[in-house]
């Protein structure tokens, strides 16, 4: 119940600490040997030779940990993860981003950490689709491309030397991101997964899970080859197109708000973020015929959460 800042009744409070208690008690079961808090020694293997990882010290020939959370090993190496914490970048991340400046053939953009990450005009995709080398005159149209308060799409590249990120953008599934909602939730909700990139084809809706809490739930876009359509379209073609905008349709606004207040009853809750969660949430308030402001009302939490352990309860009886 500590961080839950939704207002109700007395009887909903019992139900939510009992759906809470239920998960608490699922999780401690699965990760009793795992879970750990700071001065607990873990268990090694004196025969062992051990790597000691982040969140793990040496005292007395044991290994301790230093931080609260739950034992990882690969292979030799044992360290802790913390259960609840900022945002620590990995090569390769799909983040989602916000312009906050266009600078000297760069923009940066802010991703939820400590530093702005930079998006260099050379590691993204020109308007014309070449591949060549960018001349002043891209770099004087940068803010054609990108302009301070859009949203971006890309993918953490490497890190700079006083601890920056710099990112890519050279697929066609990156880049700007329109006609949407931008949320955001506490980074360590989202696991990294084998896809971030998600098409909700009964929607029309697409869904992009941002490693670093920045989630996209916007109208979907397909995906074209940029080299193809201009050798198929003249310059007039491609400017008359540019400036030619679709209203999105009603249907789909509606579904883009149900998918984000599913999100944030999700991130209020705790829970982690996925597409089958998100799935569940939605098909449960379209089975209470709920509307999507009512998502956000103190009930709908307490039955998320009763759902969601009854859910995890039924996993864990079909393993056992």
């Known amino acids: ?24 008690s699922l999780y401690l079961r699965a990760n009793f040997n795992a879970s750990v808090t700071v001065a607990d020694t873990i268990p090694v293997s004196n025969e062992d030779t051990i790597l000691k990882g982040h969140g793990t010290s040496e005292r007395d ?17 044992v360290y802790v993860r913390t259960l609840r914490a900022r945002y620590k970048p990995e090569i390769g991340d799909i983040i989602v981003g916000r312009v906050v400046e266009v600078a000297q053939k760069r923009w940066k953009l802010e991703i939820n950490f400590s530093q702005d990450a930079v998006l260099m005009l050379s590691s993204m995709n020109l308007p014309d689709g070449l591949q060549r080398r960018r001349t002043a005159l891209d770099e004087l149209n940068m803010r054609s491309i990108f302009e301070e308060n859009d949203v971006v799409c890309g993918e953490v590249r490497n890190f700079q030397n006083d601890g920056g990120i710099q990112l890519q953008a050279r697929s066609q599934k990156y880049g700007k991101l329109e006609k949407g909602q931008l949320l955001t939730i506490p980074p360590y909700l989202v696991k990294r997964q084998k896809h971030h990139f998600h098409h909700l084809e009964q929607y029309g809706v697409d869904l ?11 109208e979907h876009v397909e995906a074209r080859d940029c080299i193809v359509e201009d050798q198929l379209n003249n310059t007039e073609q491609q ?21 984000a207040n599913a999100i944030r009853v999700l991130s209020i809750l705790g829970f982690n973020v996925t597409l089958e969660v998100i799935l569940e949430t939605i098909d449960l308030s379209s089975t209470l015929n709920l509307g999507i402001d009512e998502m956000l009302g103190p009930e709908f939490h307490v039955l998320v959460a009763e759902r969601e352990a009854e859910r995890r309860t039924s996993m864990t009886k079909r393993k056992g």
């Not at 019992?14 to 809470?20: M, N, V």
């Open 208 to 218: 992009i899970l941002g490693c670093n809490g920045f989630i996209w739930v916007g």
């Open 61 to 77: 020939g044991e290994v301790v940990a230093t931080l609260c959370g739950v034992v990882e090993r690969v292979n030799k190496l």
């Open 1 to 24: 119940m500590r961080g839950i800042e939704i207002s109700l009744n007395q009887t909903q409070k019992i139900r939510l600490q009992r759906a809470l208690k239920q998960l608490e």
């Open 239 to 259: 400017f008359t197109k540019s400036n030619t905008t679709k209203e999105m349709p009603l249907e789909t606004r509606r579904s883009i708000c149900q998918i």
